[in-house]
């Protein structure tokens, strides 16, 4: 299946400060960026062919590919002044380039790339700031058994934040952490069909108007997941995960496991 993924945004809560020019998808996990962890989880289930939706720092994302260094992540051997690899990152990955605007919302992004598409033909999307350990395999058998025309998968609320139940004049009668509550939040990781782009309107999105109308159809399937899934949406997140990779917590690089 066809990866797109969704890289366009200007990441206001990652980066340090405004004049910050480095776009979120570049923002460094280990010694690769958050994108490569991304695709490079795709690529463990067989998904290589990528379209990515450019907007903010664009030319930074293209240059990162354009100029990229096998050797920082794999093993050579240098002979003669000559490098050979003894293993390969991207070298079958196909990667389509998209400028879809600064300004896009997620599903004009997704409607500007739709001719990229094979028509008829499922494809996976993914918001590109969010590292799981999902099995991406099952999540797609799951779907495919269901007849769904989209699925996304869903988890835990991650809030460390507590909810208050009070009465009229103050009174605390409970407080019960977000995570406690059984509700499940989007996790950002998609199984689509061209059903969606019949509901999406230009400068529409994803989840308010496409996956809302096909709920409404019954169409929409949630894959519950309870496993590692943690975004890096803001730069204590994205520190978090970067830590994680230092001492070895490794789970969303399911390809080394």
Known sequence: MKVVLFCGGYGMRM?????????????????RPLIWHIMRYYAHFGHTEFILCLGYGANRIKEFFLNYSEEDSNDFVLSGGKVELLSSDISD???????????????????????HLTPGEPF???????????????MILTFQESGAAASMMIVPPQSSFHCVDVEDDGTVKSITPVSEWPVWENGGYFVLTDEVFDHLPEG??????????LLKEGKLLGYRYEGFWKPADTFKERAELDAGYAKGDRPWMVWDN
């Open 124 to 138: 996976l999307a993914n918001y590109a700031d969010v590292l799981s350990d999902v099995p991406l395999d099952k």
């Open 15 to 31: 980066r340090s400060t405004d004049s910050d020019p480095i776009p979120k998808p570049l923002q460094m996990v280990g010694p």
């Open 204 to 213: 529409g999105d994803l989840v308010g108007d496409a996956c809302e109308a």
């Open 93 to 115: 990955w196909q990667i389509t380039f998209v400028d879809t605007g600064t300004e896009s919302a997620i599903g004009e992004r997704l409607r500007l790339v739709r001719h």
